[in-house]
């Protein structure tokens, strides 16, 4: 019988996330398939450069959203697979 081995993160924390889900996670953005048209209409720029949803995002990146006329600027604290809604704001800083 074939044995399967898993590897789960450590500490609770991922080294990888696409932006559109950390989008999501961290709920800057509601839905994710919002978060997905967004990065598809440019409105999306991670270090100053348009990025695309598959885009991994990384700690101390500096993420720009511009809905609208609003525009936020946040910077990457953490990347967490699941987080409590009350909690979601300690994965970044509002620039």
């Known amino acids: 019988m074939p044995q399967f081995f898993f590897s789960y993160p450590m500490h609770g924390r991922d080294e990888n996330m696409r932006i559109d889900k950390y989008l999501k996670v961290s709920r800057l953005i509601k839905r994710r398939t919002i978060a997905n048209e967004a990065c598809d209409r440019g409105s999306i720029s991670v270090n100053g450069r348009p990025v695309k949803a598959s885009y991994d995002v990384k700690e101390n990146d500096i993420i720009e959203i ?30």
């Open 66 to 95: 511009k809905l609208g006329e609003r525009v936020t600027k946040v910077k990457v604290l953490s990347i967490a697979e699941h987080v409590l809604k009350n909690d979601a704001s300690s994965l970044y800083e509002i620039l």
